[in-house]
């Protein structure tokens, strides 16, 4: 890495390697193993939000690190995945989490959009972190494209 563009770009391209694989690949695939009993998937899948948002955190906190090392940022495009963690992460996996403690318990919690919701906003931080490193790699004088 030559820059901190450069390592910017690179922590938000892990990032969002985490999300995609945390999130967005191991999450459904639990739930196709026909032997995990619901129960088990709702109770490994908490670990694995924990700790899928232990790693975005030091991530979000690394990204937001070396951008402040930046010479020039656009914080209106670099912004966006890092509010959009932060949503996910203060307002939304609390709840998820509540009504997944209520499902393990036995209780019935009703139709909901949360997990919608999540998901929703989980592939627009994908995104928002790709377009990120994108609009950075153009916007980086120094950065070498062929």
Same mark, same amino acid.
């Given at each position: 890495? %030559?820059?901190?563009?450069?390592?910017?770009?690179?922590?938000?391209? @892990?990032?969002?390697?985490?999300?995609?694989?945390?999130?967005?690949?191991?999450?459904?695939? %639990?739930?196709?193993?026909? $032997?995990? $009993?619901?129960?088990?998937?709702?109770? @490994?899948?908490? =670990? !694995?939000?924990?700790?899928?948002?232990?790693?975005?955190?030091?991530?979000?906190?690394?990204?937001?690190? =070396? /951008?402040?090392?930046?010479?020039?940022?656009?914080?209106?495009?670099?912004?966006?995945?890092?509010?959009?963690?932060?949503?996910?992460?203060?307002?939304?996996?609390? %709840?998820?989490?509540a009504?997944? @403690?209520?499902?393990?318990?036995?209780?019935?919690?009703? !139709?909901s959009?949360?997990? /919608?919701?999540?998901?929703?906003?989980?592939?627009? %931080?994908?995104?928002?972190?790709?377009?990120?490193?994108?609009?950075?790699?153009?916007?980086?004088?120094?950065?070498?494209?062929?």
């Open positions: 890495m %030559k820059t901190s563009s450069d390592l910017s770009r690179g922590i938000a391209l @892990v990032w969002a390697g985490v999300a995609i694989g945390g999130s967005l690949i191991a999450t459904p695939a %639990k739930f196709q193993a026909p $032997s995990l $009993s619901m129960t088990t998937a709702l109770e @490994v899948g908490r =670990a !694995q939000f924990f700790w899928v948002g232990i790693g975005e955190w030091i991530l979000c906190a690394a990204f937001v690190g =070396a /951008l402040l090392r930046c010479r020039r940022v656009d914080w209106r495009i670099a912004s966006v995945p890092v509010l959009i963690f932060l949503s996910q992460r203060l307002l939304l996996m609390p %709840k998820l989490d009504r997944t @403690v209520q499902v393990i318990a036995g209780q019935d919690v009703g !139709q959009y949360l997990h /919608l919701i999540y998901i929703g906003t989980e592939i627009l %931080k994908v995104g928002a972190l790709l377009a990120a490193t994108f609009l950075m790699a153009r916007s980086d004088p120094s950065s070498t494209r062929p």
